[in-house]
């Protein structure tokens, strides 16, 4: 447990720190090593009216490049870094701020010297001993990142605005009593059951149903049966994997491609070590640890039985207080530097092979480390990687040849071409799809293919192409129109059959179920299952909400019977995705009157703070729907191709 805090309180602060720099700095990064890849002041897209450059989009990218690049600790190669669609992201996220500019515009907000000034004399790390500390130090701080002034007034300005716009959109958000004690319940409501569950499935076989049951229940509920509008569309399929034949890879390009990269594949230098912690109180109210003077003279005791021949593995089962490596004798695995906290870091690198540390004091405690073995920083040669280094040139000359053939089609369709005569001179075939209702999404075709395809008339051609997923790129046309109607009945017959046999199990089912119950009034619920050959179960433990009842599942209704029973009362049939189950509050963790009126207020913050957010999200959707949106096909293939 203390390991994995150490472990996640090292990486998190660290990442929580790059971010809080990132959100206010604008680093400085130089353009990507591509030639081609288009000037700084080039459109790579645009949002209304507003452009975005390549210089911005390059900013970008490095900036969470580098973000993810830390986050992994190095480990992530350049085919690890497609399949996160990094380029996508970035490109979204400049979307969204202009699209916070032009409605900011829209609707008449903007952010004056005076604001920017307020606000840069008030952030924090801009404070020292409670004291701002002047435009010439900052100055001095930022050149010495590399920015500008304007660079770094430009993103705050951006940021003031969005808080802005937010707020104006947001303020009225209101969360009421009721609200905030059903979220209270929500998250504190526990109860454990036992139960008796009928499952429909048993009764489907006797069931019978006649021509005439099947054409009565027809005629009764023909709009029940309506089928939905529906689409086929024409597609072009550029496939990643039907392009890996047509890839040559020599072992000089391997050579090439390992030589450039060489430091994609180092290996840090670990650390293997065991430790013995013994935890020190954070705090009067923490329910683990010692007072620091305790830990450190129990610490001292178990060092002194190290020093005097015991065993360390055994040792560290007995008195470790690290529940996550204790069973294991201390066994932390191996380590990277940047993984544990400074100092148990700083100790378990100074120690040699073999080697146990004196006591080491950490936020968490008293450590005593034994470095079992290091692993000095290398970088394994080409031989040992060959397949990998394969894999990663095979994936980016594949990317390549995907974008530069869906680019070709993009060009001849933006001539008037057919999708037809687009995707033969490409050595791709049209095929046609299925017939598709909304919300469907048959493969290859995405949700927003699907969603696209309403909207297009009949042989309308979608000149941009449509990611296919794992690079792929996939182009439409819309080659039919299904209209809604009422079906004939042997276009449903067999699903007006099953609706009949499920309604007559379903209703079996409780009928047995309310016998279970009533037997159970008489003799409990363990001999009133067994009397109807059924199973008495339990859920493991206190269930709160949200949370599946065992193999019963979870549902508004079982929610509802479950946190509304008084314990030891039997529940009328309650319905569940198998049948129907009668249930028995064993025990439960009811609403704590006094506990709700500690947290009320920030509970109820906390609570409008995540409707604001939803509310602004589903604006900013909108707003997407207000203003064309538009991404230069070509300068992005010769970004990040």
């Known amino acids: 447990m203390a390991l994995g805090f150490m472990r996640r309180h090292r990486r998190w602060l660290f990442v929580f720190l790059w971010l809080v720099i990132a959100a206010f700095i604008i680093l400085y990064i130089p353009a990507f090593r591509s030639a081609d890849a288009g000037s700084p002041g080039e459109a790579m897209g645009k949002v209304g009216d507003m452009p975005i450059t390549v210089s911005e989009f390059q900013k970008a990218y490095l900036r969470q490049r580098q973000m993810y690049e830390r986050l992994y600790q190095g480990r992530l ?60 130090e900052i100055r001095r701080r930022l050149e010495l990142q590399g920015i500008s002034v304007e660079e770094f007034e430009a993103s705050l300005r951006q940021r003031l605005l969005r808080d802005k716009l937010e707020a104006l959109l947001t303020d009225g958000v209101a969360v009421s009593p009721a609200d905030v004690e059903r979220e209270f319940r929500r998250r504190t409501e526990q109860a454990r059951l036992e139960y008796v569950q009928v499952d429909e499935a048993r009764f489907r076989p006797a069931v019978t ?54 430091d994609d594949y180092r290996q840090p230098e670990e650390a293997c070590a065991s430790h013995i912690l013994v935890k020190v109180k954070g705090g009067d109210e923490a329910p683990e640890g010692h007072p620091d003077a305790d830990a450190k003279a129990l610490a001292g005791q178990i060092l002194g039985k190290l020093k005097s021949g015991t065993d360390f593995a055994q040792l560290a089962r007995q008195s470790s207080e690290d529940k996550g490596s204790a069973d294991k004798g ?37 450590h005593i480390i034994h470095l079992v073995t290091r692993r000095e920083e290398s970088t394994p040669p080409l031989g040992q990687v060959k397949e990998a280094v394969r894999q990663a040139v095979l994936g980016q000359r594949v990317s390549t040849l995907a974008s530069e053939k869906a680019q070709a089609v993009t060009d001849a369709l933006a001539t008037g071409r057919s999708l037809e005569e687009a995707a033969r001179a490409q050595g791709l075939q049209v095929r046609k799809s299925g017939a598709f209702a909304r919300g469907d999404a048959p493969p290859p075709l995405s949700p927003p293919v699907v969603a696209r395809a309403f909207e297009m008339k009949a042989g309308e051609v979608e000149k941009e192409p449509f990611s296919a997923g794992r690079g792929g790129y996939v182009f439409v046309a819309l080659a039919e129109t299904q209209p809604s109607r009422i079906p004939d009945l042997k276009e449903v017959q067999d699903r007006v059959k099953g609706d009949l046999v499920e309604s ?36 493991p433990g206190l269930v709160g909400h949200g949370q599946p009842f065992a193999d019963l599942g979870a549902g508004a209704a079982l929610e509802e ?81």
Do not use: W
Not at 236 to 250: C, E, N, W
């Open 77 to 136: 190669d350049a085919a690890a870094l497609r399949s996160l669609g990094l380029e996508s992201q970035v490109f979204d996220r400049l979307v969204t701020e202009r699209l916070v500019t032009l409605e900011a515009r829209r609707l008449g907000l903007s952010v004056d010297d005076d604001a920017l000034a307020r606000a840069l004399s008030t952030l924090p790390e801009f404070q020292e001993n409670g004291r701002y500390i002047g435009s010439d």
């Open 209 to 262: 149903v006649s021509e005439d049951d099947v054409k009565a229940r027809f005629e009764a509920r023909k709009a029940d049966y309506r089928l939905p509008e529906k689409r086929v569309v024409s597609y072009a399929l550029v496939d990643p994997d039907a392009l890996q034949s047509r890839i040559t890879v020599t072992d000089a390009d391997l050579d090439a491609y390992y030589r450039e990269h060489k």
């Open 330 to 366: 201390g066994d932390l695995g191996c380590f990277a530097r940047g993984r544990m906290v400074p100092e148990f870091e700083n100790a378990a690198f100074a120690l040699d092979a073999g080697q146990t540390s004196e006591l080491v004091r950490s936020p968490f405690g008293y």
């Open 504 to 539: 007559a199990a379903r209703e079996k089912a409780r009928a047995l179920a309310l016998e279970v119950r009533a037997d159970a009034e008489r003799m409990g619920l363990e001999k009133a299952a067994v009397a109807r050959g059924l199973v008495r179960k339990e859920t």
């Open 561 to 641: 019977a479950a946190y509304a029973l008084p314990e030891k009362s039997l529940s009328e049939p309650v319905r569940t995705s198998a049948g129907y189950a009668v249930l028995r509050v064993l025990d439960k963790k009811s609403f704590d009157a006094a506990a709700f009126e500690k947290q009320r207020a920030s509970l109820a913050a906390s609570l409008r703070r995540e409707r604001k957010g939803e509310l602004f999200q589903a604006y900013m959707s909108q707003a997407r729907q207000r203003f064309t949106i538009e991404r230069n096909p070509e300068v992005f293939r010769k970004l990040v191709g």
